[in-house]
């Protein structure tokens, strides 16, 4: 079952269209800055690894987090897949930040005791990014890119 999940999102890849815009910038951003990126994703690391390879945006995001296979409990709004970011990247979940678009990144992220921006990306739903206790919330990427580059020149 997991096999043939993970070949279908593979396969989905192909159709998903452009990334979000403004991710590409907030990327190269993080990475222009000295931060470090990783996906941390609810499907498949092979599924994440295709769509960045198709968008030549492997090079720029340090790490792949996917889906644990046969592990659908340590999937977000299970901490497990930010705590394994952090510990990659050796800092401890209070150092790093969640960029997400629903409410189960921002448990994630509350739950890894992590700090969270709300991405906005569609109408209001029943409970927004900032009702689910998200530390910020940005209606666009390009303001996380924006904020990324205004922060390092007054550091």
Same mark, same amino acid.
């Given at each position: 079952?997991?096999? &043939?999940?993970?070949?279908?999102?593979?396969?989905?890849?192909? +159709?998903?269209?452009? *990334?979000?815009? #403004?991710?590409?910038?907030?990327?190269?951003?993080?990475?222009?800055?000295?931060?470090?990126?990783? =996906? =941390? %994703?609810? !499907?498949?690391?092979?599924?994440?690894?295709?769509? /960045?390879?198709?968008? $030549? /945006?492997?090079?720029? +995001?340090?790490?792949?987090?996917?889906? *644990?296979?046969?592990?659908? !409990?340590?999937?977000?709004? %299970? *901490?497990? *897949?930010?705590?394994?970011?952090?510990?990659?990247? $050796?800092?401890?979940?209070?150092?790093?930040?969640?960029? $997400?678009?629903?409410?189960? !990144?921002?448990?994630?992220?509350?739950?890894?005791?992590?700090?969270?921006? #709300?991405? &906005?990306?569609?109408?209001?739903?029943?409970?927004?990014? &900032?009702? &689910? $206790?998200?530390?910020? +919330? +940005?209606? #666009?990427?390009?303001?996380?890119?924006?904020?990324?580059?205004?922060? %390092?020149?007054?550091?």
């Amino acid at each position: 079952m997991e096999a &043939a999940l993970t070949a279908a999102e593979v396969r989905a890849v192909k +159709v998903a269209g452009a *990334p979000t815009e #403004g991710s590409v910038q907030a990327l190269h951003a993080a990475r222009d800055t000295g931060r470090h990126a990783a =996906v =941390v %994703s609810n !499907d498949s690391a092979e599924c994440v690894r295709e769509y /960045l390879a198709l968008h $030549g /945006l492997l090079g720029i +995001v340090d790490e792949i987090i996917g889906r *644990p296979i046969l592990r659908p !409990d340590l999937m977000k709004p %299970s *901490p497990h *897949p930010l705590l394994t970011a952090a510990s990659i990247f $050796g800092v401890t979940p209070s150092r790093t930040v969640l960029i $997400g678009d629903s409410l189960t !990144d921002i448990e994630a992220a509350q739950a890894a005791r992590a700090r969270s921006i #709300g991405y &906005a990306n569609k109408h209001p739903k029943e409970t927004s990014p &900032a009702d &689910a $206790g998200a530390d910020a +919330v +940005v209606l #666009g990427m390009r303001e996380i890119a924006d904020f990324l580059i205004q922060l %390092s020149r007054t550091s």
